[in-house]
């Protein structure tokens, strides 16, 4: 059985006290049930500024949960002002998003600079989940897992098919010799499903549906 990845990506929301209750509500869940855990690599990724409370939170309720962060400087610590650095994401996470589509849309990152976050990422022992956008998208060496999220699919609520992304992840697969290839966009509870039974996706990447903790963990159970 494959082991499989599922990230919440919380994007640019909640407050403290909504993350705290999203972790409650979670454990709470979770010990009424937790059949269909095993197997599965589960990672949060919340804002900088919950990273504290968020890790205070999940180890208070033993939950079986890694973090991860959105984003990550392309430049070692120094004078560079609102700069999130890989030595300050280690001491809370143990992977990083980078590469998201929204990041190279909104704020103009370049391929050049996704190399260096990827560089600083693993001179910090992060592990890199590096987004593209299609089968063509540039991948930097030394990565281990790809999210694959055509930009139509991200928040719409139209997620890609499962046939073509099994067909882009096997594609993928074989132009970069990475061995775990996600799928992102529009995931929720009802359609996981349809997209881990293909034989090259290795977990879900899921925004939206992610900030319900029961919908997060029924995404978990299903998968
Ligand atoms: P979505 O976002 O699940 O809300 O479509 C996915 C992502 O952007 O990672």
């Given amino acids: 059985m494959k082991k499989l990845f599922i990230i919440a990506n919380w994007k640019s929301n909640k407050t403290i006290e909504e993350a705290e209750q999203w972790f409650h509500d979670f454990a709470e869940k979770l010990k009424s049930d937790s ?3 095993e197997n599965k690599e589960i990672i949060v990724c919340p804002s900088f500024i ?3 409370h968020a890790r205070y939170c999940s180890n208070n309720l033993k939950l079986p949960i890694r973090f991860g962060a959105q984003n990550i400087s392309p430049f070692d610590k120094g004078a560079y002002t609102g700069e999130v650095n890989g030595e300050q994401i280690k001491e809370f996470a143990q992977y990083v998003i980078i590469g998201h589509s929204e990041r190279r849309k909104n704020f103009s990152e370049t391929n050049e600079m996704l190399k260096q976050k990827v560089l600083m990422a693993k001179k910090y022992n992060l592990m890199p989940i590096f987004c593209i956008q299609n089968q063509d998208s540039p991948v930097p060496q030394e990565i281990d897992v790809i999210a694959y999220e055509p930009p139509t699919a991200i928040g719409t609520g139209n997620p890609d098919t499962p046939e073509n992304a099994q067909r882009v992840a096997k594609i993928v697969k ?3 010799g990475v061995a775990n ?4 966009g529009s995931v929720t509870s009802s359609n996981v499903k349809t997209f881990t039974n293909m034989p090259d996706i290795d977990g879900l990447l899921v925004g939206g549906a992610s900030l319900d903790s029961l919908e997060f963990l029924a995404i978990i159970k299903n998968a």
Avoid at 181 to 184: A, D, F, I, P, R
């Fill in 35 to 37: 059949s269909n855990i």
């Fill in 50 to 52: 919950l990273f504290e």
């Fill in 174 to 176: 074989e132009r970069t």
């Fill in 181 to 184: 290839v996600l799928y992102g």
